[in-house]
């Protein structure tokens, strides 16, 4: 495992406890209660589109309409070229988007936000957001099948 994409999953998992940890110390919600009632459903609860794209909180400042593409700088060679091949594709199809290398998320409101975007976000790189979901290391085809609103296959 590469040591930014090491970083960038421990930074976001921080930001989810930190979340939890203000829950329940404010007394919003009984830990035993919440995992209770989300154990094994935690993380779908937004849907799921036919290319995989999940639900999940932008991050702050970042518009929910449109490709967001995010990948840390300085990734593995791989994911480098995985995100390479991916914007090349979107130019090429004529889809405008967002590169990014970093992604915070200081305004989300629950555990459970936090833990639909854990799991997307501790996916291999790139994640890319399209129309307000979001998914790890994508095709190319389905970035643009879902921006395009399509159907798989």
Not at 139 to 144: A, L
Request: glycine share 12%.
């Amino acid at each position: 495992m590469n040591a930014m994409k090491a970083c960038a999953g421990a930074l976001v998992l921080l930001a989810g406890v930190g979340v939890w940890k203000t829950y329940i110390d404010s007394g919003r919600v009984d830990p035993g209660a919440w995992v209770a009632e989300h154990t094994g459903s935690a993380g779908d609860a937004g849907g799921i589109s036919t290319q995989g794209f999940k639900s999940i909180p932008m991050p702050d400042g970042v518009p929910s309409r449109g490709v967001i593409v995010f990948a840390p700088q300085h990734c593995t060679s791989d994911a480098a070229r995985r995100t390479e091949e991916l914007v090349r594709h979107l130019s090429r199809q004529g889809i405008a988007y967002v590169r990014t290398d970093h992604a915070s998320y200081n305004s989300l409101t629950s555990p459970e936000e936090a833990t639909r975007v854990t799991s997307v976000m501790n996916g291999p790189v790139p994640i890319v957001y399209v129309n307000g979901k979001a998914k790890a290391n994508p095709t190319p085809q389905e970035v643009v099948t879902e921006f395009r609103g399509k159907k798989a296959g």
